[in-house]
């Protein structure tokens, strides 16, 4: 069966990227499959997280979830940490990976910088906690922006070796030829990749030093319609055609994110906007970013006001992700040869 397994960080400044590359999509989803929507706040901490601001965070990435159109009823919304299956796994995929894999992880080397040596154990070995985020639901498909590309397939070597090394065991506790489905990322629609405001190259990111580079899901209509107004682009017109955007990163990322927003294709905005001064076409891209963010930030904020009603959110789905992943666990301690008591 179909299941959908997708986690968002709670490290502050969630931004139009999350929104669209992830949450949106997310909402979408919900029509066909069986979705589990996880606040990963154990990868959270791979970085140092205010304790009081994590939890802050925490609330605010459920909030955005709930205001989004997301069912915690119909699906499944909880936080990472109040699942232990999720590290007990994530322990055993330490044992399956191989350092050379991960050493291979580009997320890992922009974000540990020059000082690798600096960077904690648990930033290495982060692609193997998200690998058990999946597996420990056996879920199926995963949603992500273009940047968790390579941690995906990581997740399906990891199934791989798994299934691999443990093959002889799998079979003999009747679970086939396969213990772990191989997930499929699914990376579709226009905003797989959002940019920065103030460089076309580099993604929008909750931890760029600037706060004019992304727009915040927490940002009134003022600083929304202000960011794009500074955002940065080139001094040609707008192409009239969709190939034309080629080797104009910030013409592409702005086009981009006014077609996903208005759920038209590139080329459709461009039929609209081609021709035209970056000045009209951003007034319009402020408008629409308002009209479609602000009801989700107000939302958000009614959501936040009552962090009573969103632990107890966090709770119920925990218990509920709790009695998917424990006999998933279980079967995992029994395939590698654990003893545990029944
Ligand atoms: N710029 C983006 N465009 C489209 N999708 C994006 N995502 C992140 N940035 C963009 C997608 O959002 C989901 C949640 O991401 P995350 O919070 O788990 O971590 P991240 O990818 O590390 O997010 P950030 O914002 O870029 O944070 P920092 O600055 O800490 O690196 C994922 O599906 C991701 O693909």
Redesign the pocket.
Known sequence: KNRVF??????G???????????Q?FVEMQKTHDCIFCV?DM??VT?WQDPHELKNQIRE?TAAFLAAGIDPKAHIVFNQSQVAEHAELAWIFNCVARMGWLNRMT?FK??AGKDREAASVGLFAYPNLMAADILAYHATHV??????KQHLELARDIAQKFNNDFAESIAAHGFGDAFFPLPEPL?QGP??????LRDGTK??????PSDLS?INMTDDADTIAAKIRKAKTDPEPLPSEAKGLEGRPEADNLVSIFAALSGRTPAEVLGEFGGGPFSTFKTALADLTVARVAPVTAEMQRLIADPGHIDAVLADGSARARAIATPIMDAVKDVVGFIRSR
């Open positions: 997708s986690g968002v960080q709670p490290t400044n969630l931004h139009l990227g999350n929104y669209l590359g992830a949450i999509r990963v990868h959270a970085v990435v997320q922009e974000k949603p992500v922006g273009e940047d968790q990376i905003a797989t990749r959002i940019m920065s993604k929008m990111s909750k931890s760029d992304r």
